[in-house]
């Protein structure tokens, strides 16, 4: 079988777990090597991720996976986000509304860094209060974001 097309079938199973047991994928990571793959898959959950639901959900898709007969040997590894987990969408910013955060945005030809708390989330920008204040930053102008604990 094509690798490709495994590697599609494996994304589909991660996704279907997900969908059968309610959480949502953070993240897929398969790299097929032959008769040895790994898979690295973070999940999520508006409640937040405990290690029974990361077992639950590893348990759920290796049996998926071994039914499916798509990978002879693989490795599974399946965990939460973390503490420090990126921001990438609007969603997760107004998930996070009021979490303390760190931001990179461009300013000018610069990059400048903002850690404070989020205050406000509008359509297209998002505000954070630091100790110096309080920085709207627009959501174009944002290089990368997570969460600060």
Known sequence: MEAASVKDRV???VEDTADD???MVYDISVLIRGENSKLIVKID???GISHQDCELFSVDLSRRL???ELLPNYS????????DRK???IEEYRRFSGAP???????????KAVRGFIVDIGDDAVTVKSEEGAVTIEFSRIVGANLAY
């Not at 599974?76 to 503490?83: A, R």
């Not at 931001?103 to 990059?111: A, H, L, Q, T």
């Open 21 to 23: 047991l309610g959480y």
């Open 45 to 47: 959950h508006l409640r």
């Open 66 to 68: 071994d039914g499916m």
């Open 87 to 89: 921001i990438r969408t």
């Open 76 to 83: 599974l590894e399946v965990s939460s986000p973390g503490l």
């Open 11 to 13: 994304i589909g199973a």
């Open 101 to 111: 955060a760190k931001i990179v945005y461009e300013e000018g030809d610069m990059r």
